[in-house]
């Protein structure tokens, strides 16, 4: 029985001393962290700035598309966010990102976060115009009808009445939008962008070990998406609470 427990008790700490030279051949060796590290600056870089002007692009074109709905008007306008959204959508991101950058930039020298920024961006504003413009859409009549009454525009009733209660209706489905962008960033090593992912894919090429440096990414990705998750959730009981 002691000779059995001393062979259990050897392999277990013969795997953990493989385990730690792995981890220090992967990730401390020659500074190998960094590429993680660098990659994450980049990830976050990509998804931030690409959620700022998505839901920017995003408000435009749900505006334009509300206000057909609802007045009848703006039909050039209306088809062509119509077309913008149904392209966007019916095509993967990959596919948008590599005619970004090997075709619409493939004779300009430009630097490739840009790139990537521009095409999750155009990305993100489709889906992020119709989650706006359900809120728009769900926003009583009546509230339309009582701002023009109070002698504002049309545009200035919907800036100053329709879009505020609109926003705070869809914020929870705003947070979540953010959550699916950043992981979706994953894909800018088809333009060889070294985001967090390609940084773990660098990684597993110089050291020819797979299992540490894309756990150590896959980790990342799910504590950022956990700690967005809880926001998500504490946002969610603070409209709830407010609503009461």
Same mark, same amino acid.
């Given at each position: 029985?002691?000779? +059995? ?68 008007? +703006?039909?050039? +306008? ?167």
């Amino acid at each position: 029985m002691e000779q +059995l427990f001393g062979k259990i008790l050897s392999a277990v700490s013969g795997a953990f001393e493989g385990l730690v030279q792995t981890f220090i051949n992967d990730f401390i060796v020659e500074n190998r962290w960094r590429y993680l590290v660098n990659g994450l600056g980049v990830t976050i870089k990509v998804a931030l700035l690409s959620a700022i002007f998505g839901i920017i692009l995003g408000a435009i074109v749900a505006v334009i598309r509300s206000s057909h709905d609802k007045t009848g008007k +703006l039909k050039f +306008l209306n088809l062509l966010c119509k077309i913008y959204t149904t392209v966007i959508r019916g095509t993967p991101i990959v596919l948008q990102l590599m005619i970004i950058y090997f075709i619409v930039f493939g004779s300009v020298k430009i630097d490739k976060s840009l790139v990537a920024i521009i095409a999750f961006s155009i990305n993100s504003g489709a889906y992020v115009s119709e989650i706006i413009r359900s809120g728009i859409m769900s926003v009583d009549n009546g509230q339309l009808e009582a701002g023009r009454s109070l002698g504002f525009g049309f545009v200035q009733t919907m800036w100053y009445v329709i879009i505020p209660q609109a926003i705070k209706n869809v914020l929870p489905a705003l947070a979540n939008e953010f959550i699916t962008l950043l992981k979706e960033t994953s894909v800018v090593g088809y333009i060889a962008l070294e985001d967090l992912t390609r940084g773990g894919d660098i990684i597993r090429s110089i050291t020819f070990d797979a299992f540490m440096p894309l756990i150590a990414v896959a980790l990342i990705y799910l504590g950022m998406v956990c700690l967005l998750s809880a926001g998500v959730a504490r946002l969610e009981r603070r409209l709830r609470a407010s609503e009461r």
